[in-house]
Every structure is written in structure tokens, then in C-alpha cells.
């Protein structure tokens, strides 16, 4: 069984879309992120949600908002999609306290043609 | 605000070369540090953590030390093979875990056969 899992794996869309990204993970963990990974590698958190409670949130565009309708799920809306929205979007959950790391979904490819 | 700075690359190396990846880090309190790896169209998958000063992890041959007098964690592997080619990120995390990862830039790694 896939622990974190993100739908879709890859995404194209146009300049102005509304589009959502899926995360589940079944691993138990109360806290869930959303990263996002620019074409240099660097990974930056956007959101934390622990207990369907937004934790952090990162000088993020209020285009972008999370969504969490569980413990076990947290999803991504992206409104009026921006060229420089294209990146891989990674979805990660940890379990309770700061020394179990965090486990990361296997990643979503955007890009906003 | 936390830090992680680590070398970038790409680092090339014969296979049975010796590896080490420089990792320094700046932080508020007490932070935990792990080390990611993220193969070719791949999500990150946690390597090795440490979560208090003096702590050794380990995992597939990789080692990092939690040195906190030089606040650093370098990653050191004896013998590369061609299967280790991957980018490598240094993390750390802190703020009993709801907070998202601080990561580095990322070091490509290329094992020549």
C-alpha cells in the first residue's frame, strides 16, 4: 500500500484555469504539508495542517488554498492558474513531534502553458 | 530564520569512490536533521535523520553525524555505485513537528561506472 499518494501524477492546463490536487495518506499521521519544488530543485513549504488545523503558511498567494475534509486527506485548489505556478507540488505527513521526519508523496508535475 | 546550506553540484564520482556531502545548518533551539534523496521523476524518500547532538544515522551505507559544535551534518558513504545517482537534500526541522522542513538546495550526484 502506497503511503502518501497524490492525484494526478502530472497535470497540464492553461493560464487562468482553476485546478485541485489530491493527497491521502494512510499512515495514521495528524500532521500533513504541501511543498512546492521550482525547476532548480529547491523545496519550499507552503502549508502545514495538523488536525484539519492550517498551522503555517508561507507567503503563499491566496490563489492557492488548502483543503483538508479529513485527517487522512489534504488537497490543493489552485485559482486563475499563473505561468509561474509550473513546479512539482509534493504532498508529505509526519507523525507527532519534530524527530520522525516527514514522508513525502511521490509528486505532482504542473504546468501552466 | 533556520538555514540549511549544502553543497551543489552536480558531484561526479567513480563507482567505489568515497562520498561526502557537506551539510552546515542555522537554527533557533534544538532542531532535528535528516537527509532526503529523490531519484529521476521520483519523491523524496527519508535516508537517514538524527535528533539530538552526537547522534550517528545510518541507512544503505549512508552516514551523518549531528555535530553540533560545527552545526553540521555531512553525509558520508564509503563505496558508490552507479544506483546512488540521485539529488540529495539536507533538512531540518524543528518546532515539535508541525512546522515544515527547512531544506537545502539539493546536491545532484552522478556515479560514473
Known amino acids: 500500500d502506497t503511503a502518501v499518494s497524490q492525484t494526478p501524477k502530472y497535470l497540464v492546463t492553461q493560464m487562468g484555469n482553476d485546478k485541485s490536487i489530491k493527497c491521502e495518506q494512510n499512515?495514521?499521521?495528524?500532521?500533513m504539508y504541501w511543498y512546492k519544488q521550482d525547476s532548480k530543485k529547491f523545496l519550499k513549504i507552503m502549508f502545514s495542517?495538523?488536525?484539519?488545523?492550517?498551522?503555517i503558511n508561507e507567503t503563499v498567494p491566496n490563489r492557492f488554498s488548502p483543503k483538508s475534509p479529513d485527517k487522512a486527506h489534504l488537497n490543493l485548489h489552485i485559482n486563475s492558474l499563473e505561468l509561474g505556478d509550473s513546479a512539482v507540488y509534493f504532498c508529505a505527513s509526519s507523525p507527532p513531534g519534530s524527530g520522525g521526519g516527514q514522508y513525502f508523496g511521490p509528486g505532482t508535475r504542473l504546468l501552466v502553458l | 530564520g533556520d538555514s540549511v546550506t549544502q553543497m551543489e553540484g552536480p558531484v561526479t564520482l567513480s563507482e567505489e569512490a568515497f562520498l561526502t556531502i557537506n551539510c552546515t545548518y542555522t537554527?533557533?533551539?534544538?532542531?532535528?536533521l535528516f537527509w532526503y534523496v529523490q531519484y529521476p521523476g521520483e519523491g523524496l524518500q527519508l535516508l537517514l535523520k538524527a535528533t539530538k547532538a552526537d547522534d550517528k544515522g545510518s541507512n544503505k551505507g549512508f552516514e551523518a553525524t549531528y555535530r553540533k559544535e560545527t552545526t553540521s551534518f555531512h553525509l558520508e558513504k564509503g563505496s558508490v555505485q552507479v544506483s546512488d545517482s540521485a539529488v540529495y537534500f539536507c533538512a531540518l526541522g524543528t518546532g515539535g513537528g508541525a512546522d515544515g522542513l527547512t531544506f537545502g538546495k539539493g546536491t545532484h550526484l552522478i556515479i560514473q561506472p
Open positions: 537554527a533557533t533551539g534544538y532542531p532535528s
Open positions: 495542517y495538523n488536525n484539519k488545523e492550517l498551522i
Open positions: 499512515l495514521g499521521h495528524d500532521t
